[in-house]
């Protein structure tokens, strides 16, 4: 019974990971590389699907049905991040959006590598932490991703600053900011449960301390963490029913005992923090 369970969750979210609701690719503008994210004609349908298995898996995210609402947030999220900066993002047409190239490299990459350096998480922990520091009138509070998993994060070498990328998803309306966040750090830790760095032997004694080590940076001794740290501490269960099919995607199908073992794991380090 067990191992059937298992394969039906791998097939299922096996299905669910490879939908891609947007088309993506590079184009040059101006003398700029950009990333060009085109919504499929028939993604109506998906997203329907996505939110409705979002709700059921209790991953507390949307996707916008609506496309102009989708090219705001993706460029509103982009400008309030990275603007500043002097990197550009727009609309073009009724579903399609422009965003420039990061400077780095997408810290996937070194982490399915096992070379996910203690200076990579800090920058993208220090990057987390600012982004939650801005404000956003869409969520009432302040800013929050949605989707911050590593894959999510570019890694500049050259000035050891991560930025944030690819604002496809967002958080339901009405949760508080200190649920928002806690959410963003709990994909930041399911995303690092599945990479060869922390697997096999000792590979949860390597990602817990990775965890702490993105937890003490994001903190950064500001005492004014302890709501979002608690409601992390909430979200960490075991998860059963249709939610474990998400955490099997978000972990990159890590056996259930193992990750229930790095959930009690961390549950048990957050009282040091």
Known sequence: MAASMANFVQATGGIIDAIRINHMGRKSRDGRIF?????????????????????????????WANPGEWQRWEIDSFRL???EEGFRAFAVGDNTVWAEQLPGIVLEDPAREGRLSKEMLAAAARELKRAHG????????????????????????????ARLIDFELAH???????????????????????????????????????????????RNGDSREGPIFSQLRRRLE???????????????????AERNRRIAALRNALDDF
Not at 240 to 253: A, E, L, M, P, Q
């Open 35 to 63: 990333w060009v994210k085109h919504r499929r004609r028939w993604s109506h349908a998906v997203i329907l699907f996505a939110n409705t298995f979002f709700r059921a898996a209790e991953n507390p995210v949307i996707v």
């Open 81 to 83: 991040l990275h603007e």
């Open 172 to 218: 339901q309306p009405g949760m508080s900011e200190a649920d928002r966040h806690a959410d963003d750090l709990l994909v930041v830790f399911q995303s690092m449960m599945g990479y060869s760095g922390y697997s096999g032997a000792g590979g949860l004694a390597h990602w817990l301390a990775a965890v702490t080590h993105f937890l003490s940076h994001y």
């Open 238 to 256: 075991p998860p059963s029913g249709i939610s474990r099919v998400w955490w099997s995607i978000r972990t990159d199908y890590i056996s259930g």
């Open 134 to 161: 801005l404000p956003c009138a869409t969520l009432g509070g302040c800013w929050s991703h949605g989707d911050p998993h590593l894959g999510n994060f570019v890694f500049d070498k050259e000035t050891c600053r």
